[in-house]
């Protein structure tokens, strides 16, 4: 059975600071995996996808790596900004066919 | 940009009522779930469709959940009686083609349930 894991579950850093949020599975089996933003009492909304052939994925200030044979991905966040502050979820999907997550690491970005 | 439509987005109800929740995923998008989050967890599948199929349901509490697609387009979610331990966020998401193996996943605004 996939499990994922999210450290550290919170996070609180100076505005400006770069960071990384880790995501670890246990199988690595996977067909892809996928970062995901969750503003509170909101859905979530996907930040970026990285395919089982890819290394990494990048879109403006995010980049998402994945190491597939150590159970990884880190997602890095360059120049944080206090509207980066949210709850990131990491989700991987293997022979199921069904994504599984993470249970979050809590941003709080200081003004 | 095409959005994944879920309503109602709150909703309150005693305990033993029956409650319902509808979706409608991006236009064109076969692939339809429907996860349920407890607060400060990850999203858990309760229910997979493919078009109007039902392709992995082993979470849902078939007791009292229930859940259609009937056209292969949108979808209700109902629980009968709800139960306090049902309250949660209900959310839905939409993959395109066969959301198979690399499909990525776009999800509603999701809606919150309190059973009192």
């Known amino acids: 059975k996939q499990e994922v894991t999210q450290i550290p579950a919170a996070l609180s850093v100076p505005e400006g600071e770069n960071l990384v949020l880790n995501c670890s599975f246990t199988d690595s089996a996977i067909y892809n995996l996928q970062w995901f933003r969750q503003d509170p009492g909101k859905g979530l909304t996907s930040l970026l996808l990285?395919?089982?052939?890819?290394r990494e994925q990048t879109s403006g200030r995010l980049n998402a790596s994945l190491d597939k044979s150590s159970g990884r991905s880190t997602l890095y966040i360059a120049a944080s900004q206090p509207g980066d502050s949210a709850t990131y979820l990491c989700a991987v999907k293997g022979g199921s066919e069904k994504l599984v997550f993470g249970k979050g690491t809590k941003l709080t970005v200081n003004p | 940009e095409a959005e994944v439509a879920q309503s109602p987005r709150y909703k309150i109800t005693e305990k033993s009522q029956a409650v319902a929740f509808w979706c409608d995923p991006i236009s064109g998008h076969a692939t339809l779930y429907w996860y349920r989050q407890i607060l400060g967890q990850g999203p858990e599948l309760l229910v997979q469709?493919?078009?109007?199929?039902?392709?992995?349901d082993s979470q849902l509490p078939k007791d009292r959940f229930s859940a259609e697609r009937l056209k292969g387009v949108d979808s209700t979610l109902k629980i009968q009686p709800a139960e306090l331990g049902d309250s949660a966020m209900y959310l839905c998401?939409?993959?395109?083609?066969?959301?198979?193996?690399?499909?990525?996943?776009?999800f509603g605004e999701g809606s919150r349930l309190t059973v009192l």
């Open positions: 998401a939409s993959s395109p083609g066969t959301g198979g193996r690399t499909g990525e996943l776009f």
């Open positions: 990285i395919q089982s052939s890819q």
């Open positions: 469709f493919q078009d109007e199929s039902v392709v992995d």
